[in-house]
């Protein structure tokens, strides 16, 4: 990894929400590996801890808490969580 990369992937590092154990982190090549590496690591953490609900409707178990319409059947959700009074 060039000086420049290291840099680089420090700063990036820094601003990322997620940390790796040192010597974990792969040679990157480039700039653009860098990002490519954040943004797939912040992505893996945001969905292990992510609230997963289920459709009344059609069972469909992929439907993230901000979401307000099931992507399988097109059920509203914003509505029925208006009556529960969410």
């Known amino acids: 990894m060039t000086?420049?990369?290291?840099?680089y992937f420090h700063r990036q590092y820094e601003k990322s929400k997620v940390r790796v154990v040192p010597g974990h982190w792969p040679k990157f090549k480039s700039k653009k590996q860098v990002d490519l590496w954040i943004k797939l690591i912040n992505s893996?953490?945001?969905d292990c801890f992510t609230q997963y609900l289920e459709c009344p409707r059609c069972k469909n178990e992929d439907i993230r808490e901000e979401q307000?319409?099931?992507q399988i059947c097109g059920f509203n959700l914003k509505e029925?969580?208006?009556e529960r009074g969410k």
């Open 80 to 82: 029925r969580n208006k």
């Open 3 to 7: 000086d420049e990369v290291s840099e």
């Open 44 to 46: 893996m953490v945001d």
């Open 68 to 70: 307000n319409y099931c």
